[in-house]
């Protein structure tokens, strides 16, 4: 088996120590059972502001706008430092983690406020993580497809977009069976490939599913403590 493929097991394992470390942070990450089933998925729910500059949004009904001082922030509205912006072009959504895509600059425009939820599952066909999510206003309205790609920063819509698949799509949530917006597994492979084979080497432990997380997260505006990486032991799938 290839060490950038996971099993069912593994994902366990990895589901557990990082639900530990979120129990520990309070990071709200939770242990959903499907009744009458063994299957499960880890479950978030988040509010989450995005800018009104980032799309046509703020000119829907029933969204919650808030103004916003000009400063320089993550997806999750920290400050950060002022760096060069990310420049990121082709198919390749990671170069954007790498140039720090997730700094935008909020203009005085108000920014909107939706609540998320996230899920964690495990795909058999690909043998590894899926990311599944959804959006609401907060009067309780969810969001269409094209509402949600008006919620992701510029430079990683223009990269998701330039992909030969849609990277995010919608489908009927495997174990719920309600319309979810997800994370096409297809690329997992691929990135996660490298992340593993160099964890040997720099002689430290990795967790699947958290280190996944850390590249698809952001993307939909799932930031991951810097803190998770601090205490947070696992081993390297055989």
């Known amino acids: 088996m290839s060490c950038s493929v996971l099993d069912e097991e593994q994902f366990r394992l990895s589901c557990q120590l990082l639900l530990q470390r979120s129990d520990q942070l309070g990071d709200g990450?939770?242990?959903e059972a499907v009744q009458g089933s063994e299957e499960g998925y880890l479950r978030k729910t988040a509010l989450r502001s995005v800018p009104s500059d980032w799309g046509p949004l703020h000119d829907q009904k029933g969204f919650s706008s808030h103004p916003q001082p000009q400063t320089l922030c993550d997806s999750t509205g920290h400050e950060k430092e002022?760096?060069?912006p990310a420049a990121s072009t082709g198919s390749d959504f990671l170069r954007a983690e790498e140039e720090d895509a997730g700094s935008y600059t909020v203009t005085n425009s108000?920014?909107?406020?939706?609540?998320?939820?996230?899920?964690i599952l495990f795909s058999c066909s690909y043998g590894a993580p899926v990311l599944?999510?959804?959006a609401f206003t907060l009067e309780g309205r969810s969001l269409a497809l094209e509402e949600m790609w008006s919620t992701i920063h510029p430079n990683y819509r223009l990269c998701l977009q330039n992909c030969p698949l849609n990277a995010i799509s919608q489908q009927e949530h495997p174990l719920l069976g309600q319309p979810f917006f997800f994370f096409h597994p297809c690329r997992t492979e691929e990135f996660m490939g490298p992340v593993l084979q160099a964890a040997p080497d720099q002689g430290r432990p990795v967790n699947y599913v958290l280190s996944w997380l850390s590249v698809v997260g952001p993307v939909v505006g799932l930031d991951v403590p810097l803190q998770y990486c601090t205490a947070l032991h696992s081993t390297k799938p055989d």
């Open 132 to 134: 599944y999510f959804r």
């Open 110 to 119: 108000s920014s909107l406020v939706l609540q998320y939820e996230y899920h």
């Open 82 to 84: 002022e760096q060069d």
């Open 29 to 31: 990450w939770s242990w």
